[in-house]
């Protein structure tokens, strides 16, 4: 870990004078004694079901052999790898902790540090430009002095329509900052603004002076609007491609204007025969370039989505990072992820409770939440992976850093670019940046390796962020009464398949990889703390268990074979108990963050819907390129709105317009699971036997239940979003295949 920080000795000393702190927690203690009290509740029940089922070999043979044991060992296995996923998952719930800021303690603004603004785009077909634009003036619009602000925009497909529409924005943005500040607008994102999502200017008690500027600044927001979609249409119609063949490219816009932040336009050179990295290249290439233009001590990293909700969220991170008792240790501060287009009856769990409210503030109590992908403020010397000093040899600093002298003497606090000293200066500064932006520069360096965001995982983040904390870093969750940052979430079932695939793939890429945290980090980071990454990186595992659940029992119900305890056996009741515990402790969750029964059915069918689907692909992708069976790839989450699947989520209906084979699956055990419900009804109406079968009735009925919309496509619906009829009927036809196969192989 780095021996030193960034923070002036000044306002370290002002700061240890200070009796008043800049940020407090509190350990929430009466959830922490309900969540070990359930932990221990829970897991005593689990040691008797490990019971049942061990003791199960040591019957009489007779007794024994009217069970097959192929059927028994695989349900065994499935309750094996659910419990120990879900007892890693207890590492969460051990010591929740909330925060409280105080931004008005923070030092006079010009003892404040400079903070570097990263946003990365890809692709402006599916990360619309004028959204992107308004992050970056929302952004350039932060509560924070406007000399230490520098706003960098990294454009990976290296379209020219970018960086046009980039000095447009920044044309507007010269009237919106000043109209922001004299007025105290709160809402700093022009497009939320003016659109009156958010009503709380008080425009009518401000007077006539203010209301026709107001109309000045929309008039100008409008005509900057529309140039924007008219370079959009021009790039569609000239063939602007994206590809991954081009030079880099680097302009600063602005850096005459002392009263604005500068605004840097970064497109790093691609080519096919090098590996780019995907974002953590990006990130990569703008760490080095922004270290020559500002070098500020902090970096802010946001999706081209997500703008800034409030202005003060550098002000609230600024109380984590410039508190004397956390700043020594302190890697970075994460906001939560929030979306502005979730619907009332969030059926795709858009919203991703769980991780922002169990995972992040869970973690938060240990040695902190993981790195998310956007809305962190990182300390820049955290990156650099090792400590630097004065006396370390330069042909080191070049092995790790690589061959730019420039590049290393910024590594030292005390090296200030200045890009004002005129064309000649910044021209050096561009060309040199322009090295640090080659695809060849990270050859032969530990860029991606122990510098920088790491490379290994397409959840860069993760990775990174568990690199971190294994190097003794910590970091804190920031959680405001109004949210920071808002995003857009997914609005439809294939783009959230696609990207809890690849999150899928690169959680199991760390899992499978030399940071496995069962091997990489018990001797680096605490145990808990290693826990939970371990939990994350084998989450995806879920699959198994959730894919065994949904066919095995249901082949045993459907040829009469019994896999439960009887009704009339206490061991029943270990498994009743087991399988309601873990329903009611998720919906106490649900409903004690201010969620409600919908929304627990909701996640526990999307939890099923990824577990059989996306948890499934993304983890034979990544075990296939840990084997050398494929390439990796990335696709960015589309954000471009299709009014039709927006609708159908808003009306709370699922848009089936997947994957043939993804939806092949989930219609196939639905269909698997009806028949076999059917079945165990008649069985227990024929023959009686409703003591043996009831829980695997039961099972069957649960999924069914949480199946529901599949069923509802299938049968009930007409619209564009049901599912084909093609699909339907060859599901049913391959469900009679496996239950006939299933039958042969069990009864003879």
Not at 66 to 91: C, D, K, N, Y
Not at 313 to 321: G, L, P, V
Not at 352 to 370: K, N, Q
Not at 401 to 427: C, H, M, T, V, W
Request: charged share 20%; proline share 5%.
């Amino acid at each position: 870990m780095q021996k030193y920080t960034l923070i002036s000795t000044r306002f370290m000393k002002e700061a240890m004078d200070n009796s008043l702190p800049l940020q407090l927690s509190h350990v929430r203690k009466s959830i922490s004694i309900i969540n070990r009290t359930y932990t221990l509740i829970h897991s005593t029940a689990l040691t008797a079901l490990l019971y049942y089922r061990v003791s199960f070999f040591f019957q009489n043979p007779e007794t024994r052999s009217h069970t097959p044991t192929i059927p028994w060992l695989l349900v065994f296995s499935g309750e094996l790898i659910l419990s120990f996923i879900w007892l890693l998952g207890q590492a969460y719930r051990w010591r929740y902790v909330t925060r409280t800021s105080f931004p008005e303690r923070l030092p006079d603004d010009k003892h404040l540090p400079a903070i570097d603004v990263i946003i990365c785009t890809a692709d402006p077909k599916r990360e619309p430009t004028f959204g992107v634009m308004n992050t970056v003036i929302s952004a350039m619009a932060l509560d924070y002095p406007r000399e230490k602000l520098h706003v960098y925009v990294s454009d990976d497909g290296g379209s020219s329509v970018t960086l046009y529409v980039m000095k447009e924005a920044w044309a507007f943005a010269r009237l919106w900052l000043p109209f922001c500040c004299t007025h105290g607008i709160k809402t700093r994102c022009p497009e939320v603004y003016f659109s009156g999502a958010e009503d709380d200017e008080d425009g009518e008690l401000r007077g006539n002076e203010f209301l026709e500027e107001r109309q000045k600044i929309k008039i100008e927001f409008e005509l900057f609007r529309e140039r924007v979609m008219r370079a959009n249409e021009n790039c569609g119609a000239g063939g602007d491609s994206i590809n991954g063949d081009h030079p880099p490219m680097i302009e600063v816009i602005g850096e005459e204007e002392a009263e604005m932040p500068i605004l840097v336009y970064v497109s790093r050179e691609k080519r096919p025969s090098h590996p780019h990295h995907f974002k953590a290249g990006a990130l990569n290439v703008l760490l080095r370039v922004s270290s020559m233009i500002s070098n500020s001590p902090y970096i802010l990293v946001l999706d081209c989505d997500m703008y800034c909700n409030d202005q003060s969220s550098a002000r609230q991170a600024m109380c984590c990072h410039l508190d004397p008792k956390l700043s020594p240790s302190l890697a970075f501060v994460q906001f939560p992820q929030i979306f502005h287009n979730i619907s009332s009856n969030d059926i795709y769990d858009s919203l991703i409770r769980s991780a922002f409210t169990t995972v992040w503030e869970g973690m938060d109590g240990l040695d902190g939440p993981v790195l998310s992908g956007t809305g962190f403020y990182m300390k820049r010397v955290a990156l650099y992976g090792t400590s630097i000093q004065d006396d370390t040899n330069i042909t080191e600093l070049r092995q790790s850093f690589g061959y730019s002298d420039e590049f290393i003497k910024s590594l030292s606090q005390k090296y200030k670019p200045n890009i004002s000293n005129g064309r000649d200066s910044l021209a050096a500064i561009l060309r040199e940046a322009q090295l640090l932006a080659s695809c060849q520069f990270e050859n032969q360096t530990k860029w991606g390796e122990e510098v920088g965001f790491l490379c290994h995982s397409v959840c860069e983040d993760v990775l990174t962020g568990y690199n971190l904390h294994c190097k003794g870093w910590t970091s804190v969750l920031c959680l405001p009464s109004k949210p920071q940052f808002l995003g857009s979430s997914i609005t439809n079932l294939n783009d959230l398949l696609v990207q809890s695939t690849r999150w899928a793939s690169g959680l199991v890429d760390i899992g499978i990889s030399k940071f496995c945290p069962f091997l990489y980090g018990p001797l680096k980071a605490s145990f808990l703390q290693n826990i939970c990454y371990a939990e994350l990186s084998f989450y995806p595992f879920y699959f198994l268990p959730v894919w065994c659940f949904a066919t095995i029992p249901q082949l045993c119900l459907f040829n009469g074979i019994p896999l439960y305890p009887e009704v009339s056996s206490s061991f029943f009741v270990v498994f009743a108990f087991i399988f309601l515990s873990a329903l009611s402790k998720h919906l106490w969750e649900v409903m004690s963050t201010g969620g409600s029964i919908r929304t627990w059915s909701n996640e526990q069918r999307i939890w099923m819907i990824k577990s059989v689907t996306s948890y499934l692909y993304g983890s034979l992708d990544a075990i296939m390129k840990r084997f050398g069976m494929r390439n990796a790839g990335f696709s960015p989450t589309n954000k471009v709105s299709d009014s039709d699947r927006v609708k159908l989520y808003q009306m709370g209906k699922f848009d089936f317009r997947i994957s043939k084979a993804v939806l092949t699956s989930m219609v196939t055990l639905v269909v698997l699971n009806m028949a076999a419900f059917i079945a165990g009804v008649a069985r227990v109406i024929v023959f009686g036997n409703w003591e043996k079968l009831l829980m695997q009735v039961l099972l069957s009925l649960y999924i069914l239940i949480m199946g529901s919309p599949v069923l509802e496509g299938m049968i009930v619906r007409k619209d564009r979003g049901r599912i084909p009829y093609s699909i339907t009927l060859f599901s049913v036809v391959l469900a009679m295949v496996i239950l006939t196969l299933g039958s042969v192989v069990l009864l003879y």
